[in-house]
C-alpha cells in the first residue's frame, strides 16, 4: 500500500490525501499527508498501550515495512563488544568500493530509549553505508526498563571507544570515526561526543537525525506537532518515565545534552529535523547551541516531513531524498584532514 503512494504523482498524492495541512508557515508534503491518512485508517494499537515486548515486536516490524527491500552491501557482520559485564551486540556494515582503513559510522537506532533493535535500524545503516561511502557500526545498545539510563549511554560510549581501540580489527581509520543516530539514537550520539571530547581521539563527525535532546522540557513544536503526525507527545512522556525509572533527573545534561554548560571543541555536526516533528525546536536549539559555541555545525529543516523518515527510504521518495543529502553531507565530513 505504501509503496503504491510514494509511486504515484505528486498532484494524485494531494487530491487523495485531502486539504494541505498547514502549520507554522509549514505544508506537509502530500506523500506524507497521504500515508498518515492511510495508516489512520488502520492504526494499531500505540506503543504506550502496548506491553513493552509487543512494543518492540511492532517497532521492527514497522521498519521492515518501511524499509522495503534491503539494499544489498557486500559485507554484513554481527559481533560483540565486550563491556565489563557484559557484551553489545553490534552489526557491521562495509559497502563494496571501500577500502581498509575506512571511514565509520558509530550509528546508534531510534526507539526512545525503550524499543529499537539492530533490525529496526538496519535499512537505516544499509542506506548510509552505501551511498555514504562509509563502514556502520550499528550499536543494540541496553534498553530500559530492564536497563534505564545510564545503560545506554554507558554502551554507547563503550561501543565509540571500542571501534577506537579496534579499528585494526574493524578495517576503520581510528581519526575518521563519526557518531550518528535518530531521535534517541542522536541523543545518545550526542552524549558520546560531549563525554568523550578528552580522549586522545574523539569522534570526527556527528550525524545527528531529529535528536531527543531535552527530557526536562517541552517547546512550542510539542504543543503543535504532539498529536497526529506519527511521534506523540504521549509516547515520549511513556519512553522518559522507562527511561528515568532508576530516578535519574531529566536535567542531567547526560540525559538532556541540550543541557550541557559548554559544547566548546565538540566534533562537527549535520543535524537534520523534520518540521511536523514534535522534536524540531529542541533539535534547531541543539545545532544552534552547537553554532554558537564555535562548533562548525549544518542544521536542515526538512519542512514538509515527520519523525522517522530516516526509516522510510523503501517508500516513496521523501525518506530517500533527505537522506541521499545527509550521505552527502557525511561523505564531505569525513573527508576533512584530522
Given at each position: 500500500?505504501?509503496?503504491?503512494?510514494?509511486?504515484?504523482?505528486?498532484?494524485?498524492?494531494?487530491?487523495?490525501?485531502?486539504?494541505?495541512?498547514?502549520?507554522?508557515?509549514?505544508?506537509?508534503?502530500?506523500?506524507?499527508?497521504?500515508?498518515?491518512?492511510?495508516?489512520?485508517?488502520?492504526?494499531?494499537?500505540?506503543?504506550?498501550?502496548?506491553?513493552?515486548?509487543?512494543?518492540?515486536?511492532?517497532?521492527?516490524?514497522?521498519?521492515?515495512?518501511?524499509?522495503?527491500?534491503?539494499i544489498d552491501i557486500e559485507t554484513v557482520r554481527d559481533l560483540e563488544i565486550p563491556a565489563g559485564d557484559h557484551a553489545i551486540s553490534a552489526r557491521l556494515y562495509r559497502p563494496a568500493g571501500v577500502s581498509a582503513p575506512a571511514p565509520l559510522l558509530v550509528y546508534f537506532h531510534g526507539g526512545g530509549f525503550v524499543l529499537g533493535s539492530l533490525e529496526s535500524g538496519d535499512s537505516v545503516c544499509r542506506f548510509l553505508a552505501r551511498h555514504g561511502e562509509v563502514s556502520v557500526l550499528s550499536v543494540d545498545y541496553r534498553l530500559a526498563p530492564e536497563f534505564p539510563f545510564p545503560a545506554g549511554i554507558d554502551d554507547a560510549v563503550a561501543a565509540f571507544r571500542y571501534c577506537v581501540e579496534h579499528a585494526a580489527e574493524l578495517g576503520a581509520d581510528p581519526k575518521s570515526i563519526a557518531v550518528g543516530g535518530d531521535s534517541a539514537g542522536g541523543n545518545l550520539a550526542a552524549v558520546v561526543a560531549q563525554s568523550t571530547t578528552e580522549d586522545d581521539v574523539k569522534p570526527a563527525f556527528q550525524l545527528l537525525f531529529f535528536p531527543w535532546v531535552d527530557l526536562s522540557s517541552k517547546r512550542p513544536s510539542h504543543k503543535m506537532f504532539g498529536t497526529d503526525f506519527f511521534l506523540t507527545d504521549a509516547q515520549l512522556d511513556w519512553y522518559a518515565a522507562h527511561y528515568l525509572s532508576g530516578g535519574t533527573s531529566a536535567l542531567d545534561p547526560r540525559?538532556?545534552?541540550?543541557?550541557?554548560?559548554?559544547?566548546?571543541?565538540?566534533?562537527?555536526?549535520?543535524?537534520?529535523?523534520?518540521?511536523?516533528?514534535?522534536?524540531?525546536?529542541?533539535?534547531?536549539?541543539?545545532?544552534?547551541?552547537?553554532?554558537?559555541?564555535?562548533?562548525?555545525?549544518?542544521?536542515?529543516?526538512?519542512?514538509?516531513?515527520?519523525h522517522a523518515f530516516v526509516n522510510t527510504t523503501g517508500v516513496g521518495h521523501t525518506g530517500q531524498d533527505a537522506m541521499f543529502e545527509a550521505c552527502g553531507a557525511l561523505r564531505v565530513g569525513l573527508s576533512g584532514p584530522r
Amino acid at each position: 500500500m505504501l509503496d503504491v503512494v510514494g509511486a504515484l504523482p505528486t498532484g494524485a498524492q494531494r487530491i487523495l490525501g485531502g486539504k494541505p495541512k498547514e502549520i507554522d508557515g509549514q505544508t506537509l508534503h502530500p506523500e506524507i499527508q497521504l500515508a498518515l491518512r492511510l495508516l489512520s485508517a488502520v492504526e494499531g494499537t500505540s506503543f504506550e498501550h502496548l506491553p513493552v515486548e509487543e512494543g518492540r515486536a511492532q517497532i521492527d516490524a514497522e521498519s521492515r515495512l518501511f524499509g522495503g527491500t534491503p539494499i544489498d552491501i557486500e559485507t554484513v557482520r554481527d559481533l560483540e563488544i565486550p563491556a565489563g559485564d557484559h557484551a553489545i551486540s553490534a552489526r557491521l556494515y562495509r559497502p563494496a568500493g571501500v577500502s581498509a582503513p575506512a571511514p565509520l559510522l558509530v550509528y546508534f537506532h531510534g526507539g526512545g530509549f525503550v524499543l529499537g533493535s539492530l533490525e529496526s535500524g538496519d535499512s537505516v545503516c544499509r542506506f548510509l553505508a552505501r551511498h555514504g561511502e562509509v563502514s556502520v557500526l550499528s550499536v543494540d545498545y541496553r534498553l530500559a526498563p530492564e536497563f534505564p539510563f545510564p545503560a545506554g549511554i554507558d554502551d554507547a560510549v563503550a561501543a565509540f571507544r571500542y571501534c577506537v581501540e579496534h579499528a585494526a580489527e574493524l578495517g576503520a581509520d581510528p581519526k575518521s570515526i563519526a557518531v550518528g543516530g535518530d531521535s534517541a539514537g542522536g541523543n545518545l550520539a550526542a552524549v558520546v561526543a560531549q563525554s568523550t571530547t578528552e580522549d586522545d581521539v574523539k569522534p570526527a563527525f556527528q550525524l545527528l537525525f531529529f535528536p531527543w535532546v531535552d527530557l526536562s522540557s517541552k517547546r512550542p513544536s510539542h504543543k503543535m506537532f504532539g498529536t497526529d503526525f506519527f511521534l506523540t507527545d504521549a509516547q515520549l512522556d511513556w519512553y522518559a518515565a522507562h527511561y528515568l525509572s532508576g530516578g535519574t533527573s531529566a536535567l542531567d545534561p547526560r540525559v538532556s545534552p541540550l543541557l550541557t554548560p559548554d559544547l566548546a571543541g565538540l566534533p562537527p555536526a549535520y543535524v537534520a529535523v523534520a518540521g511536523f516533528d514534535p522534536l524540531r525546536d529542541e533539535g534547531e536549539a541543539y545545532a544552534n547551541r552547537l553554532r554558537e559555541a564555535g562548533v562548525p555545525v549544518a542544521l536542515r529543516r526538512h519542512s514538509g516531513l515527520i519523525h522517522a523518515f530516516v526509516n522510510t527510504t523503501g517508500v516513496g521518495h521523501t525518506g530517500q531524498d533527505a537522506m541521499f543529502e545527509a550521505c552527502g553531507a557525511l561523505r564531505v565530513g569525513l573527508s576533512g584532514p584530522r
